[in-house]
Every structure is written in structure tokens, then in C-alpha cells.
């Protein structure tokens, strides 16, 4: 076991003391595996010794060329979207298992483990029954780019974002679980307040977003009844039919409330990092941030096209706040002109036109 000396929690979230030293397995690792490929017993050896963030790391930098090749043989820019929900739970997982197989105290694990899978899960499963793992299924928002960028940049996209950027990031979000595992030498088996805490909330968010995926999943197939009845079904207006898009349930107090709860989880998990280690701020703040930013940058995009498909999702975006509700939030089932304005309006209207006819 190659496990970091530490003498305090605040060296636990220490770079320089628990990842840098580890590096250099990095560069050895593909050569020892090549070496025991045939001894299952000398590679969990290997696999104990190796620091685990390190073990990750490489999986992540093994993933990212065979993520490339598929993407540009299929001409499908999909590939990691298929792999999403899957390779945090691999990674949070793999930090409990190594932390079970050396003896570490792994309660806190366990549950970091337990909500991981119950997020990947329920993701996979959203994922998968709107087609996601049917071949040649791709994101409606790669056909907007590839017309955008040409084929050229869209290599160059695909080689430094989408398979090298994305499967970056998705190991660093899982990178508080390694600091929580070696605290979890120091303080031992026990659950604190923090464990409690962050483990509740991540499974709240977790729900929360269960809630805001199957709205809207009802909301698309009642339209497309919809379509092809001219009726509306139950539950909803012809007017919300007509629109497009959802603005009912958790949609009327927030334009994205999935993508809300998604955030929220895994900074939930690096704040949790920072509580156990009493820190501010540690470098696993990487993964939380590079997550917040795609964010950012995904729903831009998507509601780039949206404004382009709906001609009402402009008002929607002035009543309903993009992530976090408004204070002065409106239900898009509300006139889309205010009725006093209207009438300040024709009266001023009516007011010009006295003028006119004065002069």
C-alpha cells in the first residue's frame, strides 16, 4: 500500500503531499499492467500499491483516445454523453474498494459510494429510455456545432474538449472522494455531523432531480400525443402544448432545474471534501469549478437553439430564472402583457395623439 503520510487533516487536501509524490507511477503504470496481464493475483497486487487517484487518472488518460477514435469512425460526438453517468460511479467506487482492500475505515465511503450509484442509476436509466444507447443516437446540440465549426475544428473540438476536456473532468469531480478517504484515516469509522450532512443533501439533490427529469419527460410525451391527436391531454393546456416547452412543476420556478440539481451534488461532495479537511479551498475545487463552467456553457447553448425553436422562450426567460428561481418569478400562464401596462400604454397613445392635434 502507497498510502500518503499524513499527520493532519489539513495535509489531507495538501497537493503537494498527496498527489504530487504519486506522479511518477503514473508513467510506470501501463508497463507493470503489461507485465502482470496474465497474473490476476500479482496485478491486484499492483493495484493495492498504486496510489488510487493515480490508478484513476490513468483510466481516465486510457479512455480518452479510444473516446476520440469512436467519435470520428462514427462521425458521432456522443461518445462520452454515453459514458456520463457511468465513469463517476466507476471512480467513487473504486476509491471505496481500494479503501476496503487496504484496510482504511470506509463508512463515510460507503455512502459516498451508496449515492453515487443511486445517481448514476437513475441518470443512465433517464438517459437510456430517450434513446441515448440506440446506435447512432447523438445530442441534437453536436448537429448545431459541427455545421458551425466545419470538420476541421470540429477535430480539433473533439481532440481537446470532448474526449480529452470531458473524460478530464469527469475524474475530477470524484477527486474529493480521494481527500475523503484519507481523512478517513485520521478520524476513523465514525459518521460526523459533515458526513450526515452532505450525504443527505446529495441524495436531496439527487431526488430533486429525479422529480425535474420525469416532468419533463411527461411534458414531451403528452406533446407528442399532442401532435398527433390535436387534443390536449390531461394535465395540461392547449396553451402549453402550444409553446413547446415545459413551463409546469419544477419548470415554472427554474428554466433548468435538472441541470440545477446536478451542480449542486458534486460541489455538494467537494464542500464536504473542504468541511472534513477544515480548508477553504483545496485543489479538487478543479472539478467542482470545471463543472459549474461547462454548465454555464451547455445551457447557453441550449437555450441559444430553444430561442431559435420557441418563439416564446424569451418571455419564459424574463419571468423563470435559468438555475435558481427569480423573486419576482411569473407563471408563463400569465397574459404576456401586463394589463395596467397596457392600458399606461394606450393612454400615452392617446395622450400624443391630443398633442398632435393641438399643434
Known sequence: MDFPVIRTLQECADFSKTVSPYLPQLYALPSQIFQRINDLDALKELYISTNPLITSLSFSLFLAPVVLIAAEVNKNYSQVDRLWSILPVVYNCHYTIWAHLVGVPTQRLDHVMAVSILW????????????????????????????????????????????????????????????????????????????????????????????????????????????????????????QMDRGFNTSGLWAWSRHPNFAAEQAIWVCLYQWCCCETSTYINWAFAGAMGYLLLFQASTWFTEWISESKYPDYKIYQERVGKFLPKLNTKSMDEPKVDAKAEDDKEAGRVKGNGKTKKR
Open 120 to 239: 448514476g442509476a437513475r441518470l443512465t436509466f433517464n438517459y437510456w429510455r430517450k434513446g441515448g444507447y440506440s446506435i447512432g443516437s447523438e445530442d441534437y446540440r453536436w448537429e448545431y456545432l459541427k455545421k458551425y465549426l466545419g470538420p476541421v475544428w470540429m477535430f480539433v473540438f473533439d481532440v481537446g474538449f470532448i474526449s480529452l476536456g470531458q473524460i478530464l473532468l469527469l475524474f475530477a469531480i470524484t477527486t474529493p472522494t480521494y481527500i475523503l478517504l484519507l481523512a478517513a484515516r485520521l478520524t476513523g469509522n465514525g459518521m460526523s455531523t459533515f458526513d450526515n450532512l452532505f450525504s443527505r443533501l446529495i441524495f436531496s439533490f439527487i431526488i430533486l432531480e429525479f422529480f425535474a427529469d420525469q416532468q419533463q419527460w411527461n411534458y414531451h410525451k403528452a406533446k407528442a400525443q399532442y401532435q398527433s391527436t390535436a387534443k390536449p391531454p390531461q394535465n395540461y393546456t392547449r396553451e
